[in-house]
């Protein structure tokens, strides 16, 4: 799990990261980032149901997404809020292919 001063979690940082941020796009993951005022980045993940209707599914990707993040990135990228968006095609993936 993220450390709380990792985590995204107010509507206007969220609207703040959709309105000013660059975003780019994978096949199956989409970035949205936008520099913030702190020495910290902080992170979110958005799971829809066009993913899979099933909770725990989607809770799954996002524990394993926050898991990479925590151990890869967040120490290295400093003030920005970035939101990852999953898409689709990441349903039929496996973690060492997310981490990829």
Same mark, same amino acid.
């Given at each position: 799990m993220l450390k709380k001063r990792y985590r995204l979690n107010k509507n206007k940082d969220f609207?703040? +990261?959709?309105k000013q941020g660059a975003s780019a796009y994978a096949p199956s993951l989409g970035?949205?980032? #936008? %520099?913030?005022?702190?020495?910290? %980045?902080r992170f979110a993940v958005l +799971?829809?149901?066009?993913?899979?209707?099933?909770a725990v599914a989607r809770n799954k990707l996002k524990r394993q997404i926050r898991n990479i993040l925590r #151990?890869?990135?967040v120490q290295k990228i400093k003030g920005y809020d970035v939101v990852i968006v999953c898409l689709p095609?990441? %349903?039929?993936k496996k973690f060492?292919?997310?981490k990829a």
């Amino acid at each position: 799990m993220l450390k709380k001063r990792y985590r995204l979690n107010k509507n206007k940082d969220f609207d703040r +990261v959709f309105k000013q941020g660059a975003s780019a796009y994978a096949p199956s993951l989409g970035l949205k980032a #936008a %520099a913030n005022n702190s020495a910290d %980045a902080r992170f979110a993940v958005l +799971v829809s149901k066009k993913i899979s209707k099933k909770a725990v599914a989607r809770n799954k990707l996002k524990r394993q997404i926050r898991n990479i993040l925590r #151990a890869e990135y967040v120490q290295k990228i400093k003030g920005y809020d970035v939101v990852i968006v999953c898409l689709p095609p990441i %349903a039929n993936k496996k973690f060492e292919e997310i981490k990829a």
